[in-house]
């Protein structure tokens, strides 16, 4: 990798100052705070969604720049509005003031602006790093971001641990307000170019006549409903309804992110040996046992099940992360701009429909206790099953995307992993091929 600018040096320390914010806004955290201003199952249901849901309003980036003219100008006010937000919570919790609907004013702030931070920022540093440089760079840059995450995930869950939940929570809001202001400080250093406004012109038109394009977002659409359905109500279960100790919960949460570090680094080299898609099902693949298990959990058997599913996630979305927008970009076309861009309309649009349906659902099933063969459940986790069902359903839609799939070769057998995935067979190829992988290195 050249020589760090910087601008580059400060990017790596912005990330990791606000990752330390940011994973207080994840999970059982923004769970146990939104608890705490009295939220119910459909207002945390939209605090979850709301980064999702803003990724609507991303089409409107070249209106701001040419309001604003500059990157700069128009970076740090986004920043400023979206991270400074924060400072009402610790303020509201000092004056014993508990609103829930400030906090999901607080929260949709900080999604629906930040959204153009990072659209911002992305573009701005495609042209601040070279191509060839910025796979090692974003690498050793999210090395560093998950360090810090994973540090703080311990502090947040030892204050939680604290008997005074007014002082837990004040002492929370209060480190969340100092990285976020001091992550718009970090950003404020950057050296932003300039670039041409006529250039980021979006046109949704081709993208939507491209048959292609259209089944890899019924397939998104799908699964981000699946995804937003389901997402709050783990931490809910586990901290309402099973009293899961915090300090357990951060302990997970960090074998997950530590877990996480090594496995993008493994899915990084499969993705060039078997494919984005088939990286993307094997995830899928696995996140989905995981919406099993909490279905299957219960309060004397949570702690074996918490530790299953933190491995089980790591394994899920280190691969889920890595291979879906890099299978986005496979498919898109000329001007990808325009494919990005219907992605995150269909993201935010299923994103939105799902926060609703499960947080009405949710309402309607909080308190409710349901038995099968005399064994009582949770209302809550009939949420799992739908969102497991939903989950198999979108693996399925993604075998109708066509992408690079390398035919795979087994004791003279040709396994087309193509032909297998149109007839919505069982894809063993991919495993096969591990298997044989790990048979050649025994036998060397």
């Given amino acids: 990798m050249t020589k760090l600018t910087s601008t580059m040096k400060y990017s790596i320390a912005e990330g990791s100052v606000y990752n330390s914010f940011f994973i207080a806004t994840q999970g059982f955290i923004i769970t146990s705070i939104a608890l705490f201003f009295g939220s119910n199952p459909l207002e945390i249901s939209l605090i979850s969604s709301f980064p999702v849901i803003a990724q609507l309003f991303q089409i409107f980036t070249k209106k701001i720049l040419k309001k604003f003219r500059s990157r700069k100008k128009s970076l740090m006010f986004f920043a400023f509005l979206s991270r400074t937000v924060f400072l009402i919570l610790p303020v509201l919790i000092f004056l014993d003031f508990k609103n829930k609907y400030i906090l999901v004013a607080v929260f949709s702030i900080f999604s629906f602006f930040g959204t153009f931070v990072g659209n911002i920022w992305t573009s701005s540093m495609r042209d601040i790093i070279k191509f060839e440089d910025r796979g090692k760079y974003f690498g050793f840059r999210n090395i560093f971001s998950s360090i810090s995450g994973i540090v703080m995930l311990f502090v947040y869950s030892q204050l939680l641990n604290l008997k ?42 081709k993208t939507f006549k491209d048959s292609q394009f259209k089944r890899f977002l019924k397939f998104i659409m799908v699964w981000t409903f699946a995804v937003e359905f389901t997402r709050p109500y783990f931490s809910y279960y586990e901290i309402t309804i099973l009293n899961v100790n915090y300090e357990f919960l951060g302990h997970m949460s960090m074998l997950t992110s530590i877990l996480s570090i090594f496995l993008y680094m493994l899915y990084g080299n499969m993705i060039d040996e078997f494919g984005n898609k088939n990286i993307l099902s094997l995830g899928m693949t696995i996140s989905t046992i995981s919406t099993l298990l909490f279905f299957l959990m219960g309060v004397y058997n949570y702690k074996s099940i918490i530790l299953m599913d933190s491995i089980f996630s790591a394994f899920a979305w280190s691969a889920i992360n890595l291979a879906i927008l890099n299978l986005l970009l496979e498919i898109a076309k000329d001007p990808v701009e325009n494919y990005v861009a219907a992605y995150s309309i269909a993201s935010g649009f299923a994103a939105i429909c799902a926060s609703l349906a499960g947080g009405f659902l949710g309402n309607f099933l909080k308190g409710k206790v349901f038995y099968i063969f005399d064994e009582s459940y949770y209302g809550i986790q009939l949420i799992f099953i739908i969102g497991f069902i939903l989950r198999i359903y979108s693996i399925l839609l993604l075998s109708n995307v066509k992408a690079f799939e390398k035919p795979l070769k087994y004791k003279g057998i040709v396994i087309s992993n193509s032909i297998s995935f ?5 894809n063993l190829g991919i495993y096969t091929k591990i298997l044989s992988i790990f048979k050649t290195n025994k036998e060397k």
């Fill in 164 to 205: 005074d939940t007014g002082k837990s929570m004040l002492f929370i809001t209060l480190i969340m307000s100092f990285f976020s202001i001091f992550s718009v400080y970090l950003l404020y250093k950057h050296n932003i170019p300039e670039s041409d406004i006529k250039a980021l012109d979006v046109k949704l038109g």
């Fill in 422 to 426: 149109r007839r919505r067979d069982v």
